[in-house]
């Protein structure tokens, strides 16, 4: 079972480069999650969805974007890339509101900004 | 505004002893709890949950205790093992927030053979 899968998993990036982060579930997910783990800290949630073609800011939203065409892919786009998002992302999936059940998620994609 | 904190950085048990991990949350609307576990290199997975209408869910050797009117609730691990090593993360839903969830920092737990 791949459950929700994050590519890439390591990626080093230069100030004011852009990059784009993967997430795909094979769950058939309505929900999806993107979050950011920094050292110490909690998780902190940057966007998410409750379904193709809706999305909404979580806590942390500044600097990024994503889009939900497909039930199964959830991409999060860093735009102008900045030291302060340097952190380790979290893609998650669920099938009810996170709310009123798990959320499942992937394994990380750690991104360093020099 | 930290509305989900766990004191606790880190926790060191003994093999077969008891583990209690500790959470504290400010906002009065959350009515939805949950216990993530973690270990190195991997994402988060579920352990337990409890509603606000409940004082307590039991899952084998895993028991949350919810105090609403102290807005506190912990995790028991009874009796600890060392694949229990890994850091715990408290997170709350509910009011305002929906269907967000809001994560405490994580407590590591260390769980010594």
């Known amino acids: 079972n791949a459950g929700v899968t994050q590519t890439p998993k390591f990626r080093i990036l230069k100030i004011g480069q852009s990059m784009t982060l993967q997430c795909t579930q094979d769950?058939?997910?309505?929900?999806m999650y993107w979050y950011r783990q920094d050292p110490g800290m909690g998780l902190k949630l940057i966007y998410y969805s409750v379904g193709a073609g809706i999305t909404d800011k979580g806590e942390v939203p500044n600097g990024y974007n994503v889009s939900r065409s497909t039930t199964e892919d959830f991409p999060l786009r860093l735009e102008l890339a900045a030291p302060s998002q340097t952190s380790v992302y979290f893609c998650?999936?669920?099938?009810?509101?996170?709310?009123?059940?798990?959320?499942?998620f992937g394994e990380g994609s750690r991104l360093t900004v020099l | 505004d930290q509305q989900v904190k766990q004191n606790s950085p880190s926790l060191s048990v003994q093999e077969g002893r008891i583990s209690i991990l500790n959470c504290d949350y400010t906002n009065s609307m959350f009515d939805y709890f949950l216990w993530y576990k973690k270990y190195p290199a991997e994402g988060p997975t579920f352990l337990i949950s409890?509603?606000?209408?409940?004082d307590k869910n039991e899952d084998g050797r895993f028991t949350v205790f919810l105090n609403k009117s102290a807005k506190h609730l912990s995790l028991h691990i009874v009796p600890s093992q060392p694949g229990d090593s890994a850091v715990y993360f408290c997170?709350?839903?509910?009011?305002?927030?929906?269907?967000?969830?809001?994560f405490g920092e994580g407590t590591q737990l260390t769980v010594n053979p």
């Open positions: 998650a999936s669920s099938y009810r509101a996170a709310n009123t059940g798990e959320l499942f």
């Open positions: 997170a709350a839903s509910g009011g305002t927030s929906g269907s967000r969830l809001t």
């Open positions: 409890i509603s606000s209408i409940k």
């Open positions: 769950m058939n997910h309505n929900y």
